[in-house]
């Protein structure tokens, strides 16, 4: 049996009907409310509730084998710092309560690349760097951070846990509207009109699932694990779309001093209308420092091999077109 938490999230959903496919019997944690349609597969038992609930997990985790913890909060804003680390550390630590209590034989926790100490801007982000809350950026990757030290201390008292750290995630069946997801449609609606001089590190969902089912199975314990794509510049990005697409190419790009005078503003005005924040000095702070990334541990150790960006946003807006989700 095999427990996800987050399940109808982008990767979560992904990675319930890839174990849905394989054959496995899966225990998916939707919150009270949440749509589940997509995830609704044989195999596949919903149950309600909130990583907050710790007795509600130990229950959840009888009988289970492995557990794949994705529940998470994604903020790139400075707003709902108790929510985000109530969710993220203290859910962490209720799943390894869990994991404890039931003897789970092995805990697939999902960090993010954003949990690593940040280096110099255009340094290698590899897994050799530590995870330190203190020094890297906003409440989202503090919180990452923080968690998987608590999970890498229960590897020392006995845990058999991983950690996965993805990097910018995209591609289908992207249903609740990702950070990435969210840039993608503001294009497609011709409503992103500038881009940022930057670049980021972009992987398809689809290869997350996968490196994630393979690190589950041959991931040595305590181990962590970078799972990337294919680094490009934003302006390559959205060409990338461009051409993919049809739609208006971008020919403006802002340097950091003007995007950070931006994304003030901008951030007001997203705390105050509550619409899905874009620009943000998080954001910004997070394209312009031009990391390299580095997967080579787990194409070594896991024989991982992403797809090509293109390859995944050619994917990605046929999905979207087909789900009729907006025009394209």
């Known amino acids: 049996m095999i427990f996800v938490t987050g399940a109808t999230g982008h990767v979560g959903n992904v990675l319930v009907t890839e174990l849905s496919k394989r054959g496995k019997s899966i225990k998916a944690l939707a919150l009270p409310g949440e749509t589940v349609d997509h995830i609704k597969k044989p195999g596949v038992e919903i149950v309600r509730g909130d990583v907050r609930d710790r007795d509600l997990l130990i229950k959840y985790c009888k009988g289970v084998d492995t557990v ?35 003897h789970v034989a092995r805990l697939v926790y999902t960090s993010s690349i954003h949990a690593f100490a940040e280096p110099e801007p255009g340094s290698v982000i590899n897994e050799s ?10 409440y989202y990757g503090k919180s990452k951070a ?28 992207d249903y609740k509207l990702s950070e990435m997801g969210n840039l993608v449609r503001l294009y497609l609606k ?31 314990k305590g181990e962590v694990l970078i799972l990337g794509g294919q680094t490009l510049t934003i302006r390559k990005f959205l060409e990338l779309l461009h051409e993919i697409s049809g739609k208006t190419k971008i020919r403006h790009f802002l340097p950091k001093t003007v995007a950070n005078i931006l994304s003030l503003f901008s951030s007001l005005y997203y705390m105050v209308s509550k619409k899905k924040a874009t ?33 995944s946003l050619i994917d990605y807006l046929k999905w979207l077109k087909s789900e009729n989700i907006f025009s394209v």
């Open 129 to 138: 760097l530590p995870f330190n809350p203190i020094k890297t950026s906003g």
């Open 68 to 102: 794949f913890h994705l529940a998470a909060i994604i903020s790139i804003l400075p707003v709902n710092k108790k929510e985000v680390y109530d969710v993220n550390v203290g859910g962490v630590k209720n799943i390894i309560q869990a994991c404890k209590r039931n």
């Open 279 to 311: 620009l943000t000095p998080y954001a910004i702070h997070a394209l312009t420092r031009n990391y390299k990334y580095s997967y080579d541990k787990a194409k070594n150790i896991i024989k991982y091999k992403p797809r090509s960006i293109k390859a």
């Open 146 to 173: 923080e968690a998987a030290l608590n999970v890498l201390a229960a590897v020392q008292s006995g845990l058999n846990a991983v950690i996965i750290c993805p990097t910018g995630i995209i591609g289908p069946y």
């Open 190 to 220: 011709d409503r992103l009109r500038i881009g940022i001089d930057g670049s980021f590190d972009f992987v398809d969902v689809r290869d997350i699932v996968e490196g994630e089912i393979k690190a589950a199975e041959e991931l040595g």
